[in-house]
């Protein structure tokens, strides 16, 4: 695996792609023309020799605070939200290795069929060895969502970087999309 470039500020970064992104313009699901635009992407910069690693949101399925508000089981709905994200991971894995770049699932819930189960070590390994690594599941726990996933693994994985793309452009004091008062 070559040294990044040096004109590449990051060695090691770790991504995080909410699950919005990926409906593009669908009001659900998952849009496989956005899955390979985000996909193409991640392969220009791994292919230059930076180091990623992936963690992809499930919002775009399903969210497992709104579904408690409707009174589902708020543990229950938050393990649904959390196998969404394994979904939406497949799907990248799908672009990218499509695409020709190696790629590792590893599923913070174990799930032996269809992914690794999260090894520290052996995710480090992966990516030493250029392998772009999705990580499913978040932390594998109700009552925590995706970013706290990706802040852990980032902190894991000795990541430069912390990358968020989202379809909202920074932290606002509340939800902008449905507060008009929230304010950057
Ligand atoms: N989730 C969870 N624990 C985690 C990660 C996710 O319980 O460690 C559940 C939670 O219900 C969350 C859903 O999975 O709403 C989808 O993740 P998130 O809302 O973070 O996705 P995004 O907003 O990035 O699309």
Same mark, same amino acid.
């Given at each position: *695996?070559?040294?990044?470039?040096s004109? %590449?500020?990051?060695k090691?970064?770790?991504l995080?792609?909410s /699950?919005?992104?990926? *409906?593009g313009?669908q009001?659900?699901g998952?849009?496989?023309?956005t899955?390979?635009? $985000? ?5 220009? !910069? ?6 990623i690693?992936?963690v992809? &949101? &499930?919002?775009? @399925? %399903?969210r497992?605070l ?6 589902m089981?708020?543990a ?5 939200g959390m196998?969404a994200?394994? *979904?939406?991971?497949?799907a990248m894995?799908?672009a990218?290795?499509?695409? /020709? $770049?190696?790629?590792r ?6 799930m032996?069929? @269809?992914?690794e189960?999260?090894i520290?070590r ?9 392998? !772009?690594v @999705? %990580?499913?599941? &978040?932390?594998?726990?109700p009552? %925590?969502?995706?970013d706290?996933g990706a802040?852990l693994?980032?902190a894991? *994985? &000795? ?8 379809s909202?452009?920074? !932290?606002y004091?509340?939800d902008?999309k449905k507060?008009?008062?929230?304010t950057r």
């Amino acid at each position: *695996m070559p040294d990044a470039p040096s004109d %590449f500020r990051y060695k090691r970064v770790l991504l995080k792609v909410s /699950g919005e992104v990926l *409906m593009g313009d669908q009001s659900y699901g998952i849009d496989m023309k956005t899955v390979d635009v $985000v996909a193409a992407a991640v392969a220009r !910069v791994a292919r230059e020799g930076v180091e990623i690693c992936l963690v992809i &949101g &499930g919002g775009n @399925i %399903f969210r497992g605070l709104s579904k408690a508000a409707e009174g589902m089981d708020r543990a229950n709905a938050d393990y649904m939200g959390m196998l969404a994200t394994i *979904m939406n991971a497949l799907a990248m894995q799908g672009a990218l290795e499509k695409i /020709g $770049v190696d790629t590792r699932v590893q599923s913070a819930i174990p799930m032996a069929a @269809i992914a690794e189960p999260y090894i520290r070590r052996r995710a480090m390994r992966h990516l030493e060895k250029g392998r !772009v690594v @999705i %990580f499913a599941a &978040g932390v594998g726990a109700p009552f %925590f969502t995706t970013d706290s996933g990706a802040a852990l693994r980032a902190a894991e *994985m &000795g990541c430069d970087a912390l990358l968020k793309g989202t379809s909202v452009d920074g !932290v606002y004091t509340a939800d902008p999309k449905k507060d008009p008062n929230a304010t950057r």
